[in-house]
């Protein structure tokens, strides 16, 4: 089960173009290859998705997955996280009267739809739950060591700060190069977007590592360069998925994502950001383990610019790149090339 070019799309965002929720729908509305016909949101309905999002896409804003219908979906995506992962019943009601309909589900929530025994589906109708644990997990090896191509892991100083996004787009541009190049997801919107990879959270801690090792060596003899999406931060007190990552993926190299001007975790406000010459120092020491793995430097700064004017994020790249002496764009706003110049001829 996957969301292909054929098909048509109804992605259910209530309140998340405008809030903080909405992470997931957004994300498949900018990359995912799919026709996006409807977007619902009542707090939105009836406005400018450009206007809204800076997303250019045509796709009108509806108040229910009712009114999406008259687009002729065939697929509804769950693009929404409410806080606690729980959706509001009234908004089951809408998926449940969907599916009875006859539209495909993709669901990225850790809640599945559709598991109940008398659950029936139309010939040709799937429910893809998308946050899964892989088969066949053993506990990480340190086997992508022994690849010849490059691995290139998004790693951040925050949580939600873009490193999928900079890691499709530098897929995107090292393909346009003519390379083999992959995005491996492992959060739920890059799976969306890709068909697969591995849903990290939904892994056994234990076997977490594994779990990336084992999508790194599937992929890795067959392209050049792999770019493997990053999870959470080392610097964010609740999140452990970059370690399991670094430890899976063994990249050859880094890419540090950074939103301009931040200085402390989001949700942890106490915690400060520390200087971005120091942060890198931190990744590149617990990538190598302190010299026990293979050295993997950070090679780029992929700098988060959305919320400032043109002027203000090339003054915000300039300086980052003034203190760290790294390449740094904002690969959404200004492309990726600078940043793949740096990782391809390293």
């Known amino acids: 089960m996957r969301i292909t070019a054929n098909h048509r799309v109804a992605i259910l965002l209530h309140e998340g173009i405008l809030g903080g929720t909405g992470k997931t729908g957004l994300t498949l509305l900018r990359y995912s290859q799919a026709q996006i016909v409807a977007v619902v949101d009542r707090e939105c309905a009836g406005k400018n998705l450009f206007e809204l999002t800076g997303i250019n896409k045509n796709v009108p804003i509806v108040a229910s997955v009712a009114e999406a219908l008259s687009y002729q979906p065939d697929v509804l995506a769950i693009g929404i996280a409410p806080s606690g992962g729980a959706l509001p019943d009234p908004w089951k009601v809408e998926i449940e009267e969907a599916i009875a309909i006859g539209l495909s589900l993709v669901n990225g929530l850790h809640t599945f739809f559709g ?186 700064i992929a700098l988060n610019t959305a919320h400032l004017d043109d002027a203000a994020a090339k003054n915000a790249i300039a300086q980052v790149h003034e203190q760290t002496g790294l390449p740094c764009t904002d690969v959404v706003r200004f492309g990726a090339d600078l940043l793949l110049d740096a990782i391809v001829t390293d």
């Open 115 to 300: 598991q109940k025994p008398e659950s029936s589906l139309q010939p040709g109708q799937w429910i893809w739950n998308v946050r899964q644990e892989p088969t066949g997990l053993s506990i990480g090896k340190g086997k992508a060591r022994s690849l010849s191509g490059r691995r290139v892991l998004a790693v951040g100083t925050d949580m939600a700060i873009g490193k999928m996004s900079a890691s499709i787009e530098l897929q995107r541009c090292a393909l346009n190069r003519g390379l083999r190049a992959k995005f491996l997801a492992t959060g739920q919107a890059g799976l969306m977007i890709a068909g697969d990879g591995v849903a990290l959270d939904a892994v056994r801690v234990d076997f977490a590592a594994g779990a990336v090792e084992q999508i790194v060596i599937k992929y890795g003899p067959d392209h050049d360069i792999l770019f493997i999406e990053g999870q959470g931060s080392l610097l964010h007190p609740g999140s452990t998925a970059t370690l399991h990552l670094l430890r899976g993926s063994q990249p050859t190299h880094i890419l540090l994502v950074h939103k301009a001007g931040q200085t402390q975790i989001k949700d942890s406000p106490d915690v400060k950001i520390p200087p971005l010459p120091e942060v890198i120092k931190l990744y590149e020491m617990v990538a190598s383990v302190a010299g026990a793995m293979q050295p993997a430097k950070v090679a780029a």
